[in-house]
């Protein structure tokens, strides 16, 4: 059972920026797909990024609206995978949340077994 915690959310101001944290209580990354979602009000939760390693590579994608903005990274030694946030936009305001499973990484999140309990980020104009 893999224990997950954000922390790193809050409010800034357009162009600014944020980096989120989901430490891990347990969990080997050569493993672990681990992602970010995010949800806005009244819209379904979308994931935003995910990294895997494979082969000792590490692996990273994007959703297109955060390409280039956004950064994911993992210290394995921490157990740890950031959100690294920049130039922030208002449709960027949503409750964000890690999630993990074992094996590959599948868009949907229902495919993810393991959740943290989510992390608000509102970014005003």
């Known amino acids: 059972q893999v224990q997950l915690m954000e922390s790193g959310g809050g409010s800034v101001q357009a162009g600014g920026s944020l980096r989120l944290s989901c430490v891990a209580s347990?969990?080997?990354?050569?493993?672990?797909?681990v992602a970010w979602f995010r949800q806005a009000a009244g819209k379904e939760r979308e994931r935003v990024a995910r990294?895997?390693?494979?082969?000792?590579?590490?692996?990273?994608s994007y959703a297109d609206s955060v390409k280039g903005r956004f950064t994911i990274s993992q210290d394995n030694a921490k157990n740890t995978v950031y959100l690294q946030m920049n130039s922030l936009k208002p449709d960027d305001s949503a409750m964000y949340y890690c999630?993990?499973?074992?094996?590959?990484?599948?868009?949907?999140?229902?495919?993810?077994?393991?959740w943290g309990q989510g992390t608000q980020v509102t970014v005003s104009s």
């Open positions: 999630a993990a499973r074992v094996g590959g990484c599948p868009q949907s999140p229902s495919a993810y077994n393991y």
């Open positions: 347990t969990y080997t990354a050569s493993s672990y797909c």
């Open positions: 990294i895997v390693e494979a082969n000792y590579q590490e692996s990273t």
